[in-house]
């Protein structure tokens, strides 16, 4: 529920192109330690923002570009209220997420460089420790617009965090290190010797994914996400500046953005979240005689395997329809078959979905006819590749709106849906469309049939997840033969089996967690696998503990009274001492930690485990020694 309190209007003070009537105006967080101040200054907007009077960005231009035109501003009127927003659903990393601002909203009127005139909205609202704005600008006609904003660090000497799309995140970069060319990925990071400040988006709608670029001789990063052509009225996403004394407490403060993001309408309760499993790395793996192909045999044994285990669903990739036609299943598999099977047993099928079929047949069919056609087979979800990559191409703005356009047709048909390759990183659009599951926006394990290294996992989990939830397929089991396989990693897959259900954990946010690897090899490890299928299927609370981009990271995760942790660590190992103060005071609880061995090494000794009990309290600290590429998970039950 949204709530919104008017308390004052200001009467408008500023006229048009009048340096005389430059003016700061103040906007403290709840708390009062947070301040930012609304500038103007010679027809221009800025912002800065401080905290317990030190400062987390510098003076910055808020700049708008009006089909192609610097647009100047004045002030008309200033409105304030306090803004607070709480809301409760069964999905994802929190069951109940609540935030509030002291917010004010700044009626402009103004002209671009070729005299048109523009109206627009400023909203401002100031959250404890974050930051967020918006313009919404109104002009007749059809009109371009382009926000170029730029950003000034409050230390020259900060270093740089990024996404990189399907590869390692690049990271530990000063200004001077990164390329003034390139347009980087959000969520970016920065930290200097005092702080880490966040920069994202929420509530993108019809407006292109926002785009970093730098600015190396002035010392200052600006938004770049190309134009957009609107009718009237253009309607602008959120930025969101969130700063925090590490990585971990960024993560705990990314929720804002579903808090910003519009409620769902109509029903729902048909998505599950969950855990499936996958065929598309053990195709051409050979288990006691039994070999797994594309067929209706292989598929069922799958489902078997999912419903044995309590996993929600299997997922069937590419080529289980013929090159040119997404709506005919290949003879080898009987399609309904598999489905109808999945769901007698309890194990809901999704089916993926891309636009290679174009490339023979010319002709790309309607989404809302795959959508229609596969429900109509009973399907749970579709997991949708290379959007705007394969077939119809579109503009940044063009694969925004088709991308939730494809969302909002999934719905339609009680479909869940999860993005791969390159998707827009829509963070809290799953507030608004629950059935929008999940996404790839980070290198999955074994993308293009590359292992991504124990330090990638790391940077990944920091930098990747800030954004939302990813489907990282994560949880190879045999380690030592999977290089071995049809369709296993070019590279050497170096990691441990404690590591890997960590690294489950860690991706797995209360939304479609996808299991890599085959059912025997699970099942051959049962004792370690019992971990993962004590999983729940999304979390009352997350917290993320203890996260190092250069080293390791710590998430907990609680279901009812139980809490669930995972712990992965790069190359170097190491031995943690951890804090359990998250857990409840005066409770004794038993622990079960599911650990490397003494032995264990990402390279040398990659399936060598043990798992071991102890009894903790809120007042214990929790000694592990990690191995080098290792981790470990543990469970939480209250005695």
Not at 20 to 37: Q, R, V, Y
Not at 69 to 77: A, D, G, L, P, Y
Not at 131 to 139: C, T
């Amino acid at each position: 529920m949204n709530k919104v309190y008017l308390s004052f209007i200001l009467l408008g003070f500023i006229l048009l192109h009048s340096c005389s009537k430059d003016f700061i105006e103040n906007i403290k967080s709840p708390d009062g330690l947070t301040i930012c101040n609304v500038e103007a200054d010679c027809d221009s907007l800025y912002l800065k923002v401080s905290y317990k009077n030190k400062s987390v960005i510098k003076k910055s231009s808020l700049i708008l570009n009006v089909d192609s035109s610097f647009v100047s501003w004045n002030i008309e009127e200033i409105s304030s209220c306090y803004w607070e927003d709480t809301f409760s659903q069964r999905i994802g990393e929190n069951s109940f997420l609540k935030s509030a601002a002291n917010e004010k909203i700044f009626n402009l009127t103004g002209k671009n460089a070729k005299g048109s005139k523009i109206n627009a909205k400023l909203f401002v609202r100031v959250f404890n420790k974050t930051i967020a704005y918006r313009f919404i600008i109104v002009k007749d006609g059809t009109f371009k617009v382009e926000e170029k904003s730029s950003i000034y660090p409050a230390s020259d000497n900060s270093y740089f965090y990024f996404p990189n799309g399907e590869y390692e995140p690049i990271g530990n970069k000063t200004l001077a290190d990164l390329n003034k060319k390139k347009k980087y990925f959000t969520p970016v990071v920065w930290n200097d010797d005092r702080q880490y400040i966040k920069l994202h988006e929420a509530s993108v709608h019809n407006y292109p994914e926002m785009k970093i670029g730098v600015d190396k001789k002035s010392q200052f990063i600006y938004l770049y996400s190309g134009e957009a052509l609107f009718e009237n009225n253009a309607e602008l996403p959120w930025r969101i500046l969130s700063f925090a004394d590490d990585w971990a407490e960024l993560h705990n403060s990314k929720y804002i953005s579903y808090n910003l993001s519009k409620p769902s309408e109509g029903d729902f309760s048909w998505v599950k979240p969950g855990l499936s499993s996958w065929d598309w790395r053990v195709r051409g793996c050979s288990f006691d005689g039994f070999r797994y192909e594309l067929n209706t045999e292989s598929l069922k044994r799958f489902i078997d395997f999912s419903s044995r285990n309590g996993i929600d669903y299997f997922l069937i990739d590419a080529h289980w329809y013929e090159d040119d036609n997404p709506l005919l299943p290949v003879k080898s598999v009987d399609i309904k078959e598999v489905i109808n099977y999945g769901n007698n047993n309890n194990v809901g099928i999704w089916l993926y979905y891309d636009l290679g079929y174009t490339k023979k047949s010319g002709k790309e069919v309607d989404f809302e006819k795959i959508a229609k056609t596969y429900s109509g087979w009973g399907a749970k979800g579709i997991k949708y590749g290379f959007l705007g990559a394969i077939g119809t191409k579109y503009t940044p703005q063009g694969k925004v709106s088709k991308t939730e356009e494809v969302i909002k047709i999934a719905g339609k048909y009680k479909l869940m849906i999860d993005f791969h390759d390159n998707p827009i990183p829509f963070s809290g659009l799953e507030r608004t469309y629950p059935n929008y599951l999940s996404r790839e926006y980070c290198h999955a394990q074994m993308d293009r049939r590359t292992a991504f290294s124990p330090s990638g996992f790391v940077k990944m989990a920091c930098i990747n997840l800030l954004a939302g939830a990813i489907d990282q397929t994560n949880g190879i089991y045999e380690l030592n033969k999977i290089k071995e396989r049809e369709r296993g990693p070019k590279n050497d897959y170096n990691s441990t089996i404690a590591s890997e259900n960590a690294r489950v954990l860690v991706t797995h946010t209360g939304h479609l967690t996808v299991l890599i690897d085959a059912p025997e090899a699970y099942e051959n490890k049962s004792e370690m696998f019992d971990f993962i299928k004590q999983l729940p299927k999304c979390w009352d609370e997350s917290r993320y503990l203890d996260m190092d981009f250069n080293s390791h990271v710590t998430v907990a995760r609680r279901n009812v009274d139980t809490w669930f942790l995972g712990t992965v660590y790069n190359e170097n190992g190491g031995k943690q001492k951890l804090k359990l103060d998250f857990l409840d005071d005066n409770v004794q609880y038993e622990v079960t930690l599911y650990k490397d061995s003494p032995n264990s090494h990402y390279v040398n000794n990659k399936e060598e485990y043990e798992i071991v009990k102890t009894f903790v309290s809120s007042k214990s600290v929790l000694s592990v020694d990690i191995a080098p590429g290792g981790g470990y998970s543990a469970i939480f039950r209250k005695i």
